[in-house]
């Protein structure tokens, strides 16, 4: 059994999700990289392993329950248990039209993969988070996800010029899974929060983002590392609470 806290990140082979992994490594957390592609998991394992960050990949596809199942049997077999949720993993399918365009299939395929996945690792990991003196989940979503600031020209411009159906809904969910996960563990030590890393650059957008990853990662880590007195059930970038 490690000695040191026990961080799961989905998608963690790239993007936010590593750069979130090497600075939480470099804080002493053991990290498991779930990733879809075991070649990618493994290589970015190896990448951090070489910056002496002890991290290891998981093959984790949040859209397939078996290797959900399958990542919670090694995490309890090999930990006993799971400190912190990183759920990092997500997706933007659609080309920017209006949202009376838009194909079923792609609302379907963006809430398989930002909502219902998201749901499903949480849900799964949970048993093993509450064997953690204080666990935490991190729930990346994103400032369009604010209804106030994306419908509101004042309260934001830059937002409300963007209007993507299938992905800002789905981060919307993300932000309701945090509240209604948040009051069923009100009780416990643990805490979820919805982080905004802001318009980094990734894959996710072409690599169109004007912040770089490690100012993205800097929410998510500072969510994951909260101390007993943090908030739960909040929405957060770098600057402080974001409106609902």
């Known amino acids: 059994m490690s000695t040191s806290k026990i961080v799961l990140i989905t998608g963690g082979n790239k993007g936010i999700g590593l750069e979130t992994a090497r600075q939480l490594g470099k804080l ?6 779930g990733s879809r592609d075991e070649a990618r998991g493994q290589e970015a394992t190896a990448t951090l392993t070489a910056e002496n960050i002890n991290a290891k990949a998981i093959t984790l596809d949040i859209t397939d329950l078996d290797t959900i199942q399958s ?4 995490i309890d077999d090999q930990y006993g248990a799971l400190d912190v949720l990183i759920n990092n993993a997500g997706v933007c399918l659609e080309s920017g039209l209006p949202p009376s365009q838009h194909e079923l299939t792609v609302l379907r395929n963006t ?6 996945g998201s749901f499903s690792v949480t849900k799964a990991m949970l048993p093993l988070i509450k064997k953690s003196p204080a666990g935490r989940i991190v729930n990346l979503s ?10 509101t020209p004042e309260s934001d411009a830059e937002k409300y010029g963007i209007n993507l159906l299938a992905y800002m809904s789905s981060k919307t969910a993300v ?4 509240v209604l996960f948040a009051k069923e563990l009100k009780d416990t030590p643990i805490k979820i929060n919805s ?21 993205g990662a800097s929410i998510v880590v500072k969510l994951a ?20």
């Open 111 to 116: 809430y398989e993969t930002n909502v219902f």
């Open 28 to 33: 002493g957390f053991t990290i498991l990289l």
């Open 175 to 178: 932000n309701a899974l945090t």
């Open 225 to 244: 590392t909260l101390l007993g007195d943090g908030p739960n059930g909040g929405f957060f970038d770098e600057n402080g609470v974001i409106p609902w």
């Open 195 to 215: 982080a905004d890393p802001g318009y980094t650059a990734t894959d996710l957008n072409g690599h169109t983002g004007y912040r770089t990853v490690e100012q």
């Open 71 to 74: 990542a919670v049997k090694q």
């Open 142 to 151: 994103s400032g369009l996800a604010s209804l106030t600031e994306y419908n």
